[in-house]
């Protein structure tokens, strides 16, 4: 009896674990629809100048913005890791020295690594461009194992978009955002950089995962109450086996 309770106990503080892991997907899945939401609607809002979107602060991450100024190419940095249908390459960041005083980081674009490799990426339009973007969020390394980007020296290719880090190496004042690219006005000369397209929004596995959590809770109590009721079941044909028949 005692084995059977033991049993039983560890079989609830399992089961109890598997419900807990549900409701924690459940719970990311109340975050990524509360994100979803905010970004769909930072991408409805009427496009806007940049300074007077950061004015309102908030969450501006995806919010339509115009920026005008010249680009500075030569203190580009590259960002690892983005890719392209499938292909491994760069985005480009090229500081634009903004009319209004400042400078904010443009992601020009995604290249292919050997493009990035050689360094021979395409310029961007001189003189003065109008850009229209939308507003990305500054970005570092966690506490975890990830890439990490050097701590101090310039840099020329960085895993993020560490605006904190870069700002020593751009000219100027930077914005605490970055832009990426959709359209400017003179556009480019080439093919590449590919600007980024807006985001298509899912709420990701956090459902179909919290379920199978569920389905395992089940399947362990019902398992194991399964499994001892078959044991209860062989017991008692022994014991009415070793019985003497009756006269």
Do not use: C
């Amino acid at each position: 009896m005692k084995r059977q309770t033991l049993g039983w106990v560890v079989v609830l503080v399992v089961a109890g674990v598997f419900v807990r892991l549900g409701f924690w997907q459940i719970s990311r899945l109340h975050e990524r629809e509360a994100s979803n939401h905010q970004i769909e609607t930072n991408l409805r809002a009427t496009t806007a100048p940049l300074a007077e979107i950061i004015a309102l602060g908030g969450d501006l991450e995806y919010r339509h913005v115009t920026a005008t100024g010249e680009y500075v190419p030569q203190f580009e940095v590259l960002l690892r890791n983005r890719s392209y249908e499938g292909q491994p390459g760069y985005h480009v960041l090229t500081p634009l020295a903004l009319s209004s005083g400042g400078t904010v980081l443009i992601d020009r674009g995604w290249v292919p690594l050997a493009v990035g490799d050689a360094q021979g990426q395409p310029p961007p339009p001189e003189g003065t461009v109008r850009v229209e973007g939308v507003i990305r969020a500054s970005k570092h390394a966690g506490s975890g194992l990830g890439p990490k980007d050097p701590a101090t020296g310039a840099l020329t290719a960085v895993f993020w978009p560490d605006l904190d880090r870069l700002a020593a190496q751009m000219p100027g004042s930077l914005v605490p955002v970055y832009l990426e690219l959709r359209s400017q006005v003179p556009g480019g000369d080439g093919e590449q950089p590919i600007p980024a397209t807006d985001p298509v929004l899912t709420n990701g596995p956090h459902l179909s995962y919290a379920i199978q959590w569920f389905a395992f809770s089940m399947i362990s109590l019902v398992g194991y109450w399964i499994l001892t009721h078959r044991r209860h079941e062989r017991r008692t044909d022994r014991v009415l086996g070793d019985s003497p028949p009756s006269r």
